[in-house]
């Protein structure tokens, strides 16, 4: 399940890098563009996190420490994602596609606790 997880996130980035460059062709806005753009470096993230995930549930109860600091750096990419977003709602302004965009990047670092809380939960004691 976190492969497809990890799977899910590479496409989220490939959404996040086709929406920068259509705004580097002039295509999309920056209002439209700067959601999918947050959304896509987070997934990217979120992909790399979800690798270390399945390296610590290989570790078993030695990637507990591992486990523990993916959760960590989940918390820290929610954050961000959510300054990001801010920063681009109050500097630029927010339009349909962008609050889908934003929609989509929030959900998809709030999943990131559902793999990473799991793989903690399951390297704990083990």
Partial sequence: ????????????AAMG??????????????VQ?????????SAAIGAILAILAVIALLRGGRG?????????LTWLRLGAVLIALAVIALT??????????MVLALGDALAGFV????????TRGG
């Avoid at 497809?4 to 496409?11: D, H, N, R």
């Avoid at 563009?33 to 470096?41: L, N």
């Avoid at 793999?115 to 399951?122: E, F, I, M, N, S």
């Fill in 92 to 101: 630029v302004g927010v339009s349909v596609a962008g609050i889908f965009g």
């Fill in 33 to 41: 563009a700067g959601p999918f753009t947050v959304m896509g470096a």
């Fill in 17 to 30: 890098v086709v929406a920068w460059q259509s705004y580097r062709d002039g295509d999309f806005t920056t």
């Fill in 64 to 72: 507990q420490g591992l486990a523990r600091g993916t959760l960590n």
């Fill in 1 to 12: 399940m976190i492969i497809v997880y990890a799977l899910a996130e590479g496409g989220l």
């Fill in 115 to 122: 793999v990473t809380g799991a793989v903690a939960r399951r």
